[in-house]
């Protein structure tokens, strides 16, 4: 793990003001045009990617075919979410004036839909719930994962929770199917959102009508050319997979070791700005060419400070401002920390899970 700190003298007070003023600079209208051309570009070769893998799978002839397609539909399938929907749902992937979600990012995200989430439902649980307290106990639903995981340090402890370093990595693979369960949960009333939120005739309608577009497009359409158990075998491969990609992905930027954690309740010790910082890991900042092939892969999100920091913004944009994020953070004393590899990433994971569930000394 590299952490950045000061060195030089501290500067105090204006943390907030001194990065927005910074990337304000660097980011001049022409750059920040630039940064979405990339994306739109990225965005159709993504789609693209996604619509002929998905055409491989309905038309291969043979095993062999078939598990290639899948496999290629599979990754190009969390592709989607990471580079599209998420910008879209930020919105991102078009410039907006004001932060309310545009019309056209609206639409694009609806991309959420083709890859079996609700974009309402997200925007909630993302942007309003994970954004606004990122890893805060009883707040941040991306930390929470019931009795199953100890996750933060102001979460109970289970006797089973020594193991969780093991038996969560498999269970990742569930979480499309979790997503997927949460939205049609929380129609029913078994789940609930905070703040009172509460779901409408119309909320009701979108989610179950594009719950059923999903299968139909994940089991019905593929049963035209291949037997249904096949298909069947075929789609919860596909979304085993992805989960297990998104899942990993995810807790990669959060939930390591050095991140820091805070108990709901109360108001974490830092500015909103700071605290985005100390709560999130960047990852994977080689200039090799896997980690320059995984940096195009997952939209952004091994560069979950500049993410946090500026979610408004599109991803392709995130390269640019970060050395000025590690200069301001090091300028005002702000720990910015940055896993040199996606391996280190996951490995920090793995200790930070048994660490949680260890069992804890005897008095």
């Not at 820091?260 to 974490?268: L, Y």
């Not at 100390?278 to 979950?304: K, M, N, T, V």
């Amino acid at each position: 793990m590299n952490t950045t700190t000061a060195t030089a003298p501290v500067r105090t007070g204006g943390f907030a003001g001194a990065l927005n003023r910074a990337v304000t600079e660097r980011l001049d209208p022409e750059t920040l045009r630039a940064a979405h051309r990339r994306l739109h570009v990225k965005a159709v070769i993504i789609a693209a990617w996604f619509l002929a893998s998905f055409a491989g799978v309905i038309l291969a002839t043979g095993w062999a075919e078939g598990v290639v397609a899948a496999a290629s539909f599979a990754l190009a399938f969390a592709a989607v979410g990471f580079n599209i929907q998420h910008d879209a749902n930020h919105n991102a992937f078009f410039a907006s004036a004001t932060k309310r979600l545009s019309p056209a990012n609206r639409v694009v995200g609806w991309s959420m839909f083709a890859v079996g989430g609700d974009a309402n439902r997200w925007r909630y649980r993302h942007n309003t719930l994970h954004h606004g307290s990122p890893n805060v106990v009883g707040v941040d639903s991306d930390i929470n994962l019931g009795p199953l995981a100890r996750l933060a340090p102001f979460q109970p402890r289970r006797p089973w929770h020594r193991f969780q370093h093991l038996y969560l990595w498999p269970l990742y693979s569930f979480t499309v199917l979790e997503i997927m369960f949460n939205d049609l949960a929380t129609l029913v009333g078994a789940s609930r959102h905070s703040r009172g939120h509460r779901t409408t005739v119309s909320d009701a309608t979108v989610a179950v009508t594009t719950k059923v577009a999903f299968v139909a497009f994940m089991v019905g359409l593929p049963t035209l050319t291949h037997p249904f158990w096949v298909v069947v075998v075929g789609a919860l491969a596909v979304i085993l997979t992805v989960g297990l990609v998104l899942g990993v992905v995810f807790q990669s930027a959060h939930i390591v070791e050095g991140a820091e954690f805070a108990q709901g309740g109360t108001r974490p010790p830092y500015q909103w700005h700071e605290w985005q910082v100390r709560s999130s890991f960047d990852f994977s900042h080689g200039s090799g060419p896997l980690s320059r092939l995984f940096r195009w892969y997952a939209g952004g999100l091994d560069h979950q400070t500049e993410h946090h920091l500026f979610p408004r913004l599109p991803h392709t944009a995130y390269p640019l401002i970060a050395p000025i994020v590690t200069e301001v953070c090091a300028d005002y004393g702000v720990p910015r920390r940055v896993q040199p590899s996606f391996h280190a990433a996951l490995a920090s994971h793995y200790r930070h899970l048994r660490a949680m569930g260890a069992r804890p000394p005897a008095h």
